[in-house]
């Protein structure tokens, strides 16, 4: 099993990156995903949800109207859109695999740094 992040990076407050999370060794269409995130000195919080179907999601307060998360299923993948970036959205980015809260798998994480 594996869930492997990319598009972390540093931008500029007010900016734009996406992340994605490509998944392989499980039934990707049959799982819930999420994206993560953990800040220095902070413990990890839910940034975003899509079901697994794609038809129901949902957010943090800190990024409602500003990120959108989304999923191909045939590309057993995962994307969350980061727009209007802040300099508190700085942290590691993780991606995750949940299903039915029985079985889950964590990605390695990205590394997502706003600078003002």
């Known amino acids: 099993v594996q869930l492997v992040e990319s598009g972390g990076g540093l931008v500029q407050s007010g900016g734009s990156l996406r992340l994605s999370c490509a998944a392989s060794?499980?039934?990707?269409?049959?799982?819930?995903m999420n994206w993560y995130r953990q800040a220095p000195g902070k413990e990890r919080e839910l940034v975003a949800a899509?079901?697994?179907?794609?038809?129901?999601?949902n957010y943090a307060d800190s990024v409602k109207g500003r990120f959108t998360i989304s999923r191909d299923n045939d590309k057993n993948s995962v994307y969350l859109q980061m727009n209007s970036l802040k300099p508190e959205d700085t942290a590691v980015y993780y991606c995750?695999?949940?299903?039915?809260?029985?079985?889950?798998?964590w990605g390695q994480g990205t590394q997502v740094t706003v600078s003002s």
């Open positions: 060794g499980f039934t990707f269409r049959t799982y819930d």
């Open positions: 995750h695999a949940n299903l039915l809260g029985v079985i889950m798998y």
């Open positions: 899509i079901n697994s179907g794609g038809g129901r999601t």
